[in-house]
C-alpha cells in the first residue's frame, strides 16, 4: 500500500487496552478539529471533529480532547482492537471560514494482540 | 470511500508528458479538494473547489491546474510532469466550508 509517512511516531498497544494518541496544533485561531484514520493503501477515513467551543467530545469507543490554553488535542480509543492499527492524523480549521485543513504527520498506532 | 471514485489509481510516466487526474463523486458535494501525501509531509492541499467553475489555490498549487465543469467531477492537471510531483494523490469532498472532509482512495503517480 502507500506509504504514509517515514519515521512517523509509534504507539504500540495491546489489544483491549486504551490507546491515547497526542497530536499538537500550531494556530491559536484554529476553531476546528478532525481526526482521521488511514489504513495501509486507503485513503483517510473521518473519524471525529470537535469545535474550539467544546473540551470533550465521544464517539464510539473513541473521545476527543481538546486543551486550547496548550494547543493540544488528544484521541482516546477504548479497548483497542486489531483493526485499530492505522495511522491517525489530526488536523484543524484556521477558521475565519478558511476552506483549508492543515494536517499533523500523523502517528502509527499497531495493536499488539 | 463516500461515493467518491479517483482514476487512475496508478500511472508511470516520464518527465515532461502532461497528466489528468480525475475526481468522481456521487454526494452532491459542493466542495472538492486535491491533496498529495509525501513521507515527512502529511497531507498538502493543492487546489480546491467551491463550486462548479470556482477553485482557488491551495498551499502546493504550482505546477498544478484544476477545473470542475460539472459538480460530480473535479479534474487535476499537471502540465508538463515533473519527478518532485512523483506522490499519492487524494481527492476530497465535503458539503460545507467547515467540517469533515470524506477522501477518495488516492492515486499513485510516478514520474521517471
Known amino acids: 500500500g502507500e506509504s504514509v509517512g517515514l519515521h512517523l511516531p509509534t504507539l504500540s498497544v495491546q489489544e483491549g487496552d486504551n490507546s491515547i494518541i497526542n497530536c499538537a496544533y500550531s494556530?491559536?485561531?484554529?476553531?476546528?478539529f478532525i481526526w482521521y484514520k488511514q489504513e495501509s493503501g486507503k485513503g483517510p477515513q473521518f473519524i471525529i471533529d470537535?469545535?474550539?467551543?467544546?473540551d470533550k467530545r465521544q464517539g464510539q469507543r473513541v473521545t476527543v480532547l481538546l486543551n486550547k490554553t496548550v494547543k493540544h488535542l488528544s484521541l482516546q480509543i477504548a479497548a483497542t482492537q486489531p483493526g485499530d492499527s492505522a495511522v491517525y492524523f489530526c488536523?484543524?480549521?484556521?477558521?475565519?471560514?478558511?476552506?483549508?485543513?492543515?494536517f499533523g504527520k500523523g502517528t502509527k498506532l499497531s495493536v499488539i494482540p | 470511500d463516500a461515493g467518491i471514485t479517483q482514476s487512475p489509481r496508478h500511472k508511470v510516466t516520464e518527465t515532461g508528458t502532461p497528466v489528468t487526474l480525475r475526481c468522481h463523486q456521487t454526494?452532491?458535494?459542493?466542495?472538492m479538494y486535491w491533496y498529495r501525501q509525501d513521507p515527512g509531509h502529511g497531507l498538502r492541499l493543492i487546489h480546491y473547489?467551491?463550486?462548479?467553475?470556482?477553485?482557488d489555490k491551495g498551499e502546493v498549487s504550482d505546477g498544478y491546474s484544476v477545473s470542475r465543469s460539472k459538480t460530480e467531477d473535479f479534474l487535476l492537471t499537471l502540465e508538463s510532469a515533473t519527478s518532485s510531483q512523483t506522490s499519492v494523490y487524494f481527492c476530497?469532498?465535503?458539503?460545507?466550508?467547515?467540517?469533515?472532509?470524506?477522501f477518495g482512495p488516492g492515486t499513485r503517480l510516478t514520474v521517471l
Open positions: 494556530n491559536s485561531a484554529s476553531d476546528y
Open positions: 476530497a469532498i465535503s458539503e460545507g466550508a467547515v467540517g469533515e472532509q470524506f
Open positions: 488536523a484543524e480549521n484556521s477558521g475565519a471560514g478558511s476552506y483549508q485543513l492543515t
Open positions: 473547489s467551491y463550486g462548479v467553475k470556482d477553485t
Open positions: 454526494e452532491n458535494h459542493r466542495y
Open positions: 470537535i469545535r474550539s467551543n467544546m
